[in-house]
Each structure stands twice: as structure tokens, then as C-alpha cells.
């Protein structure tokens, strides 16, 4: 059956559940909120711009997580993903789902955001397969630290790479949806490259490469 891959960000939802988990920290007294957030937003435009170091995007907004446990932080991140995340679902976008689902495709979300937001937001789209940034845990506790090749950028297809040689997949036919000029590599690789309300330097490319363009909402 051929895979069927969705970028998470902006793609299946209409804003970056990273930033959102962000001013989350903020309202649970997790965070000093105006430093945070505005240092936040500065690393987010240099995602944006295409010249964001992940790792230093993920040791700033993971150190509030820093000595507590993944129950703890699953125990804030559901009703998290319910009040924040839930209303803001591409309905274009679980409506792609639904149909790839029909057809018989494997679903993958792939996304360059922690691994218990993204594992939880998938959830929510009936989603069980999942690519993220995982987090090292030192005795029960986050540490802090990421473990293993981001999911950002190249990392996508290294971990794609590594992903279907343990699953005995392919690529033959596949799909991928993506917003983002950091997934041009992920999208080089597939069969059936799509872009998703794409950023100026992602619409560029997919229209000199004949790519489809959505638009959704």
C-alpha cells in the first residue's frame, strides 16, 4: 500500500503546535512568559527564514520540562490538544485523511515539533504512526536534551530512510503534504509531492516544478 506522509505544522493544522505548547507553559506558571515568548518568536522567524538551528529552538523550549516526568507532562498536553489544538484541524486536511484512509494507505505524520505533542495531536486525527523529535528521559525525568537525528529538515529523510527499512517499506508511490521550504528534501524524494498553503519560497519552487498547490482551510 503506498504511504501516504503529512508535515504536521500549518499542514494538518492551521498554526505551530510547538509555539502554542509555548504560551501553554506560559498560562500553566511554567515559564517567566514575556522573555519566553518573545525569544520563542525570534527563533520561530528564523524557521521561517529557513536558517533555524533545531537544536537550539528545542534546548530553549524544552528546559521548562526540565525534571519533570512524561506522565506529568501527558497529564497538561491532553486537554492541551482538546481546547487548543482540536478547533484548529484543517477540515481540508481530515478530509485528505479520510480518503487515503479509504483508499488503503499507510498514514505518517512527520513533523520537526517533540514527539509527546505530536504523538498526541496525531491521536486525535486517528493517526498511530509517527515521526518526531524524541526526547532523551534520565531516570523517569526529561533531561532536556533530544535524542537521535531531529526530524527537521534532511533529518525528515534520514529518519524516513531509517523508518522504512525497519517497517520493510517503500516509497513507491508515496505522498507527502507539506507547508514548509524545510521539507523541499522530504518533498524531492516522493512520488507525489504536494504543498499546502506554502510559504513564498516553497510556492516558487513547486510552481518551476509543476507541483501541486492546496489551499487549505
Known amino acids: 500500500m503506498p504511504l501516504a506522509i503529512f508535515d504536521l505544522d500549518e499542514t494538518l493544522i492551521g498554526g505551530d503546535c510547538a509555539s502554542l505548547w509555548s504560551q501553554e507553559m506560559v498560562k500553566l506558571g511554567w515559564v517567566d512568559g514575556e522573555r519566553f515568548l518573545a525569544h520563542e518568536q525570534e527563533l520561530m522567524r528564523q524557521y521561517a527564514a529557513g536558517s533555524l538551528a533545531m537544536e537550539d529552538y528545542m534546548a530553549f523550549t524544552l528546559s521548562p520540562l526540565v525534571g519533570r516526568t512524561p506522565e506529568e507532562v501527558a497529564h497538561v498536553v491532553e486537554p492541551f490538544v482538546e481546547d487548543v489544538i ?16 479509504a483508499a488503503g494507505d499507510r498514514i505518517l505524520v512527520i513533523s520537526a515539533s517533540a514527539h509527546f505533542l505530536v504523538s498526541a495531536i496525531a491521536a486525535r486525527l486517528n493517526v498511530d504512526e509517527v515521526l518526531a523529535i524524541d526526547l ?17 529538515r534532511e533529518g525528515k529523510v534520514s ?5 522504512l527499512q525497519e517497517q520493510g517499506e517503500s516509497l513507491d508511490g508515496a505522498y507527502f503534504y507539506s507547508d514548509s521550504r524545510n521539507d523541499l528534501a522530504l518533498l524531492r524524494e516522493v512520488d507525489k ?3 499546502v ?3 513564498s519560497a ?6 518551476q516544478a509543476g507541483w501541486p498547490v492546496l489551499s487549505w482551510r
Do not use: K, M
Open 193 to 195: 509531492p504536494y504543498v
Open 159 to 163: 529518519r524516513l530512510h531509517g523508518w
Open 86 to 101: 482540536e478547533p484548529i484541524f484543517y477540515s481540508d486536511a481530515t478530509r485528505c485523511l479520510a480518503q487515503h484512509r
Open 136 to 152: 532523551e528521559e534520565q531516570h523517569g525525568y526529561y533531561s532536556g536534551r533530544t535524542q537521535g537525528v531531529l526530524t527537521y
Open 197 to 199: 498553503n506554502p510559504d
Open 202 to 207: 516553497l510556492l516558487q519552487h513547486a510552481q
